[in-house]
């Protein structure tokens, strides 16, 4: 007998505060990367080594304060937690457009880190909350399209502010939705489906039952300490610290590499940028939905992050004197390298119980945060090393190789629940 969709509506109330939330989150962290196209290293006095630790600092920020974030939203309160960081991680973006020295500016950088660490972590919690098995991949993947489409967009804006004004007021104007927004999250937002005046008591109870199910199914874990010392969390962790280089490296460097590469102007510059993500985002939707179809994780991630090493490898070996050839090769990097991101972070709630699976989560996404500290400065460094980015390609793509076979040696969960029917955004 087929189930019955559980409360459609919780991805038409759900989905668009979580994608609006995570894609301002990705706004005032990218926007650095325009700036650097645009001249604040010339006006602050930057050498380029400093570029691109100022760049990676805000990912040390990052790194520190994911797991605190994540037991803070399990235990206590996913809203309360985003509240705050909303109005912070906004205030941060728009003081670094007023900033007069490099001190300032690498303290607001690593703060802004510290600010925007705990948001992944408690949306993936959030969505565990409120979305089944048979969803999740489809769930995790609208709460990160707002990274692509954010730099969709942000591309072409930015490119236009900085033309229109300059770089401080891009900084200004882009931090200030951040804290209008706080207001409209603290007002739509409910931690729990029990709390939700919009779901009926027997879909609460109906959505309620079929999380707890999925609960029993998973083996019994005491604590952190032990969920941490899982050899698939530990794999894990290495898997994404590999994957978040190549994938910051790109996004924060890829105007400054385009730029250099036929000496356009921003807004031309800005406009290149916005490919790779709309092809990021059309595949990672394919994706997640093929993965909630299936029910297979691991095979709609490492195919892909493979495809998005051998284009990296694939531009290097064209070179730079095939400027388009070389361009279309980053934009098939780019989209190969986001797709799997729904599937990817569906993979922790199926094999960890609901009492260490957000730690766990948090744990492997700071280990992303500390790969993308390090993609990003290293890409940085070379770009300005070499005059060239040759190297950051060949870096880049060794990178996803090495996570394409951690990804492969990950055992997937042995506890299978059946797919719930028609569990489909309505």
């Not at 996913?78 to 728009?94: P, Q, T």
């Not at 931090?175 to 931690?191: C, K, M, R």
């Not at 980053?330 to 260490?356: H, K, Q, S, T």
Request: net charge positive; proline share 5%.
């Amino acid at each position: 007998m087929k189930k019955q969709t559980i409360a459609p509506k919780r991805w038409w109330f759900i989905m668009p505060i979580v994608f609006i939330t995570y894609s301002l989150a990705y706004l005032d962290r990218a926007n650095f990367s325009f700036a650097s196209a645009a001249g604040i290293n010339d006006d602050l006095g930057i050498t380029k080594g400093m570029s691109s630790l100022l760049g990676a600092l805000f990912f040390l920020g990052y790194f520190f304060f994911q797991i605190p974030g994540a037991i803070y939203a399990e235990r206590r309160s996913v809203k309360k937690l985003i509240f705050v960081c909303l109005i912070l991680w906004g205030g941060c973006a728009s003081l670094t457009g007023v900033v007069s020295n490099i001190p300032m500016l690498a303290a607001i950088r690593f703060v802004l880190g510290v600010v925007e660490a705990a948001v992944m972590p408690a949306m993936l919690i959030y969505i565990s909350n409120w979305f089944t098995k048979s969803e999740r991949s489809r769930a995790n993947t609208f709460l990160i399209l707002g990274n692509p489409v954010t730099v969709l967009w942000m591309s072409v804006v930015s490119g236009y502010l900085i033309e229109s004004f300059g770089w401080r007021e891009m900084f200004i104007f882009e931090g200030i939705p951040a804290v209008v927004w706080a207001i409209a999250w603290w007002f739509l937002v409910q931690d729990k489906p029990a709390q939700a005046r919009w779901m009926s008591d027997a879909e609460k109870a109906a959505l309620k039952a079929e999380l707890q199910k999925e609960q029993e199914n998973i083996k019994a874990v005491r604590n952190y300490g032990e969920a941490f010392r899982n050899r698939n969390v530990i794999i894990l962790c290495l898997q994404y610290f590999a994957w978040s280089i190549g994938v910051y490296g790109f996004v924060l460097w890829l105007p400054s590499i385009l730029r250099n590469g036929t000496q356009m102007g921003m807004v031309e510059a800005g406009w290149l940028s916005a490919v790779p993500y709309l092809a990021a985002t059309i595949a990672m939707v394919v994706v997640s939905w093929a993965s909630d179809k299936t029910q297979n994780r691991k095979l709609f991630v490492w195919p892909l992050l493979l495809i998005g090493a051998l284009a990296f490898l694939g531009s290097y070996l064209v070179g730079s004197n095939h400027f388009w050839m070389s361009y279309t090769l980053l934009v098939i990097a780019g989209a190969a390298m986001y797709a799997p991101y729904g599937p990817f972070f569906a993979i922790i709630p199926e094999m960890l119980p609901r009492n260490v699976a957000g730690g766990a989560m948090a744990l492997i996404n700071s280990m992303g945060a500390l790969g993308s500290f390090i993609g990003s400065w290293i890409v940085g460094y070379l770009n300005g090393a070499t005059g060239s980015p040759s190297a950051s390609y060949i870096f880049m793509g060794s990178a996803l190789l090495v996570s394409v076979w951690l990804t492969l040696i990950v055992k997937p969960a042995q506890n299978k629940a059946p797919p719930l029917q028609g569990a489909k955004p309505a």
